[in-house]
């Protein structure tokens, strides 16, 4: 892999992990139409890893709280959020486990993510079916979130936008709905991390600068997506991604049939 190649396949990550387009989506068809390769899982993590910092620095003082409030018993509601991300995380992490293979498999088929990238267009204009409400994440939305973010393990489904979409069908309140889904990306980003860290143990020393430039450029596009989801939430815009999906979706198809 060269310099080139990390920096790009980083800024793509850093860009579609947060930005309702699919992350994984986009890392199937960018592999397929340029002809990269990626050495394992090793550099996959490492941009994970960069995404994972983006969140963290966005949302520093809210996961501040949300650790103050494990030694303080009148926090009540961080320790109910903590309990819903444990909630929302479980869906995923069963997905995970019992469906393994055919998640992988799904990796193989540019085409099958072409189709999913048009799903997910489909997902991000459901909300505008109905009207928006200003609910907080209790148990079932929790729920139907996490659900959301196990169904998005399939490449070309947006993690973001499926959770995003998720609450506020569940008439969460946008900007609480988009937190949410924030914050469930660490659980979910940090564990895949952990059980993967013995692919770092054989790393071919001549990776250290391509890997550590793509971590930095998914750091940074990670962090200005961020900024840019919460952004068009508030302004009402976050739909306008569907019609991305949709056209990138149908060239896939396009493309791959």
């Avoid at 520093?60 to 709280?65: H, K, N």
């Avoid at 903590?82 to 995380?89: D, E, F, K, R, Y």
């Amino acid at each position: 892999m060269s310099l080139i190649e990390a920096i790009f396949l980083g800024i793509l990550q850093g860009l579609t992990e947060f930005l309702p387009v699919s992350s994984s989506g986009h890392l199937v068809l960018a592999q397929e139409l340029l002809g990269i390769n990626l050495p394992g899982l090793s550099f996959e993590l490492v941009v994970h890893v960069g995404t994972l910092v983006a969140v963290l620095i966005y949302f520093r003082g809210r996961f501040i709280d949300l650790a103050k409030s494990l030694f303080d018993r009148e926090r009540k509601r961080e320790q109910r959020l903590i309990l819903w991300i444990i909630v929302g995380t479980i869906p995923a992490g069963l997905a995970g486990l019992f469906l393994k293979p055919y998640f992988e498999a799904a990796f193989d088929s540019p085409l099958l993510t072409s189709y999913m990238l048009i799903a997910t267009g489909g997902i991000l204009l459901a909300p505008k079916l109905s009207r928006s409400g200003q609910r907080e994440v209790g148990f079932l939305s929790a729920v139907l979130i996490g659900l959301a973010q196990a169904l998005a393990i399939l490449p070309g489904i947006s993690r973001s936008g499926s959770t995003i979409s998720a609450g506020m069908l569940a008439k969460i309140d946008p900007e609480k709905a988009a937190e949410f889904s924030f914050f469930l990306a660490v659980p979910a980003i940090g564990g895949a991390v952990l059980l993967k860290l013995n692919e770092f143990s054989s790393l071919d020393s001549s990776l250290y600068v391509p890997y550590a430039a793509g971590f930095l450029g998914s750091m940074l596009a990670g962090l200005f997506a961020v900024y840019a989801v919460m952004a068009l939430i508030k302004q009402g815009r976050f739909q306008y991604f569907a019609f991305y999906c949709l056209a990138a979706g149908a060239l896939g198809v396009y493309l791959f049939v």
